[in-house]
């Protein structure tokens, strides 16, 4: 088992989330979180993927997670372990 970093991040989702399901029916969402450096895909399976595929676009999320390097898409992304809060930017 790999051994990775968790970290905390907080920004703002891109776009309406992705949800999708495995072929053993296992959710999948991803979305693209925008901070102040840089724009992160993320990834979360099975119930945190119900509970971000519920968070509106421009809605500004506290997660915690790590990155991990995806050999299938070619890419960097940030594996989701608990959404901390979530809330209108308006508020």
């Not at 968790?6 to 296992?26: A, D, H, S």
């Amino acid at each position: 088992m790999y051994d990775y970093e968790e970290e905390i991040i907080i920004g703002k989702l891109k776009q309406v989330p992705t949800m999708k399901f495995t072929t053993t029916n296992k959710a999948i969402c991803s979305n693209f979180l925008e901070t102040s450096e840089e724009e992160i895909r993320l990834i979360a399976w099975e119930d945190l993927a119900l509970e971000l595929n519920e968070i509106k676009k421009d809605m500004v999320i506290k997660i915690s997670g790590y990155r991990k390097y995806n050999t299938y898409i070619q890419k960097e992304e940030f594996v989701i372990k608990g959404i901390l809060n979530a809330s209108n930017t308006k508020d």
